[in-house]
């Protein structure tokens, strides 16, 4: 029972009841115009962009230049001298990779990685297109060395990709296909063997879960086709280059591998490579 308070005590309630309905409609209002604040350091996001990522974070992830390998695009470290054939790593020199060339636009690390995420379990379709501009960019900008007839995304295993809902390496391929004026091919490659459940696998594991892991799809159209290879992260280099081996086998031109970040330091495990040398 309310004594003589009542009336100011229940216009205070009507007075919270109104603000807590302003702050839910502001905030509904407030989620229309700016969607939420960056989705990578919370800070507000302004203007009319569909990416949720504020600018700051979105100018960190470009990689710094630097002194990188002409062919699979690792960083090289300084004191490294440049071979006469120009600046080829190790593994390079080798002849490690089946692919003729790899990029990467940014370093997987700091906030980057973070953006990965939200490509991989949130498909955040905006963002892969914002990506897919800054790789074409660099696409353009190479000429020749990156040239390609066709753009494929690397591919989940079937069951992969019905749980995820989506293949993130086509959240940025299909745009970027767009963008170069260049067919798309979601279904030219597929992954035949899943990826094993284990969490974290080593080098070695990584390379030999994938050699072998990748197929064309019989009957399409690979003949003397130089493929632009889509993937959001290169690691090792062993995806990539799974993928390019079956496309070389069924008769494929060239591939070019093409990522978002790339891993600081991919170390090629020497077992493996003299494997990978006597599957050439
Ligand atoms: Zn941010
Ligand atoms: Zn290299």
Redesign the pocket.
Known sequence: MSGGGSFSESARHAGAAARRWMTTAGDALASVFFPAG?R????LLVGASRVP??E??LGSFEARPQRKCEICGQELPSFEAAAPEGLICPACQMQTYAFARARSFGVYEG?LVRAILLLKFEEVTPLGEWFAEKLAGMVRREGELLAADVVVPVPLHRERERERGYNQATVLAKPLAKRLRLPFKAVLLLRTRPRPDKQVLSLEERWASVRGAFATRPGSQVDKLRVLLVDDVMTTGATLDACARALLKSGAKSVVGLTVARAVRSPIPKVVHANSQAAR
């Open positions: 960056c990578i350091c919370e800070r990522v504020c700051e974070c906030a």
